[in-house]
């Protein structure tokens, strides 16, 4: 789908309410319980999403003064302060969450409609215009809402951002076709007119994966197969696992 600012300002305000909500059902023993990610506990996660709040604020600040404003200082930097936050208290991180999550809104509200179009630089590297940060901030709030573990899954989460999110992900996994697999089909049965396409790297019949919309974004990000059911040559076959994103 094409997706707009509009769009991507409205699912990072309904991801960060989603995620408020699951880090605001934690008491301190959920916290410290392991996430859905493997080697990170909640604290872990959601330290990681208080500072990417902080970082895709900085480049609000990059887009709206000119002055080169980097998402992190380096990268040894931010996986400190990931660890550093998954030591402290689950209040602690909450609130940290909540203000870095209110401050970012409110550095998008000042942003003019030229410093939307300004460039700035991602931290792995890439020059976007201002305009795609909402949509950086919504990956993270919406997936890793999921990935808390509180019971908040794909199907949750709306379906003009799942048919989105399938388009940016394929678009990324498209880039390195699956080693020694042929091209898989992914097919929700409930998104008419849609089939996404991961190339493969064997030239024979395509493995056709189909599911739910919910359940085929989930998969595509890596985040298992329930769900779903996948065939080849008209026979049900295995469906290939897919290392996780994001």
Request: with cysteine.
């Amino acid at each position: 789908m094409n997706r707009t600012l509009a769009d991507a300002r409205r699912w990072a305000a309904h991801g960060t309410q989603v995620c408020r909500a699951a880090i605001d059902s934690l008491d301190e023993d959920a916290f410290a319980q392991p996430s859905l990610l493997p080697g990170w506990t909640r604290k872990h996660l959601v330290a990681h999403l208080a500072a990417n709040g902080e970082a895709v604020r900085n480049l609000s600040t990059w887009a709206a003064t000119g002055v080169p404003t980097p998402m992190y200082s380096s990268p040894e930097q931010r996986a400190a302060d990931i660890e550093a936050g998954s030591h402290s208290a689950g209040t602690e991180l909450a609130a940290w969450f909540a203000s870095t999550a209110a401050a970012l809104m409110a550095a998008w509200d000042s942003l003019s409609d030229a410093a939307w179009q300004s460039p700035v630089v991602t931290a792995q590297g890439r020059t976007v215009p201002a305009s795609e940060t909402p949509w950086m901030r919504t990956r993270e709030v919406m997936v890793h809402a999921v990935d808390l573990g509180t019971g908040v899954t794909f199907a949750d989460l709306p379906a003009d951002f799942l048919l989105a999110l399938g388009d940016d992900v394929v678009a990324k996994r498209s880039a390195a076709p699956l080693a020694g697999s042929p091209d898989i089909q992914v097919c929700p049965t409930d998104a008419d007119g849609v089939c996404w396409t991961l190339p493969g790297t064997e030239p024979s019949t395509p493995i056709t994966v189909t599911g739910p919309l919910a359940a085929c974004t989930a998969y595509l990000a890596g985040r298992g197969d329930a769900h779903l059911t996948a065939s080849r040559d008209e026979h049900t076959t295995p469906i290939p696992s897919l290392a996780a994103w994001l």
